[in-house]
């Protein structure tokens, strides 16, 4: 499928507030409810819109740390991946949880009340997870919220 440019404008005003109706959506960028409303179906329905999310303040839930960790597997032959995976997904405080190329075989977003609290997720949790070797951990300083290719 081809998208043009009212699409484009679409997923710019849902990626900025997921929360917006097709109305909204659709005065934002000139079209009817309904016409908007069949756009955005048809989005969802080609797998380009994959979910709706709402955007939580960390420091506002009382998780005033954000710190990303480098995992390097000790033992990759002998844990599955998707085992590591599954454990990694089972801690709460970790938002996300990428399979990468690089120096380490996995980077996590990890969210923290603070840093003893942090220190505690990490040797109670992170550090017993199957096949951890090296981590590598940086404190999330700032953050600058870039928009997408669109």
């Known amino acids: 499928m081809t998208w043009d440019d009212i699409d484009y404008a679409i ?14 959506v659709g005065r934002k960028v000139g079209l009817s409810q309904p016409a908007t409303y069949r756009r955005i179906k048809r989005l969802q329905d080609a797998g380009v819109l994959i979910g709706r999310r709402v955007a939580l303040d960390p420091d506002k839930l009382g998780f005033g740390v954000t710190v990303f960790l480098g995992i390097k597997l ?3 032959g002998r844990v599955g ?6 454990a990694c997904v089972a801690i709460p405080e970790v938002q996300t949880v990428q399979h990468v190329l690089g120096l380490y075989d996995y980077r996590l977003r990890v969210v923290a009340r603070d840093i003893a609290d942090f220190e505690r997720i990490l040797r109670r949790r992170i550090m017993t997870l199957p096949g951890v070797g090296d981590v590598e951990a940086n404190v999330l300083l700032s953050e600058e919220r870039l928009m997408g290719p669109l």
């Open 11 to 24: 997923l710019r005003s849902l990626t900025t507030d997921a929360t917006r109706n097709a109305g909204a």
């Open 74 to 76: 000790a033992t990759k």
């Open 81 to 86: 991946l998707e085992d590591f995976e599954r």
